[in-house]
Nanobody, 121 residues
Framework: QVQLVESGGALVQPGDSLILSCTAS??????????MSWWRQAPGKERSLVAS????????TYADSVKGRFTIFRDNAKNSVQLQMNNLNADDTAVYYC????????????WGQGTQVTVSS
């Protein structure tokens, strides 16, 4: 498994922007062997996929609710993945988790501890 540490969560106002960052370490394989992702879990709800990026960076996916507002990108030189979040609204309030998987494996099997994002006026 990979050790993942998220940062960047904050209390922001509706319409604000925020960047979350996740740094990976402790992997046997190169960071470029891993697909990376961001998930979120709001109170009383299940964890859901927000965005993912393939190990080659050639493919990204987004939840419908964040398309056009969020962007996932990775910096392989820094073993990190970021989530740029624009035009935040109250529905984006959640704990955000970074996830990783070796690109030949289907299941996301490494998780960070989460970072809280609260959108409130």
């Amino acid at each position: 498994q990979v050790q993942l540490v998220e940062s960047g969560g904050a209390l922001v106002q509706p319409g604000d922007s925020l960047i979350l960052s996740c740094t990976a370490s402790g992997f046997t394989f190169s960071f470029t062997s891993f697909d990376m992702s961001w998930w979120r879990q709001a109170p009383g709800k299940e964890r859901s996929l927000v965005a993912s990026i393939s190990y080659t960076s050639e493919s990204t996916t987004y939840a419908d609710s964040v398309k056009g507002r969020f962007t996932i990108f990775r910096d392989n030189a820094k073993n990190s993945v970021q989530l740029q979040m624009n035009n935040l609204n109250a529905d984006d309030t959640a704990v955000y988790y970074c996830g990783a998987r070796k690109h030949w494996v289907h299941e996301w099997d490494s998780w960070g501890q989460g970072t809280q994002v609260t959108v409130s006026s």
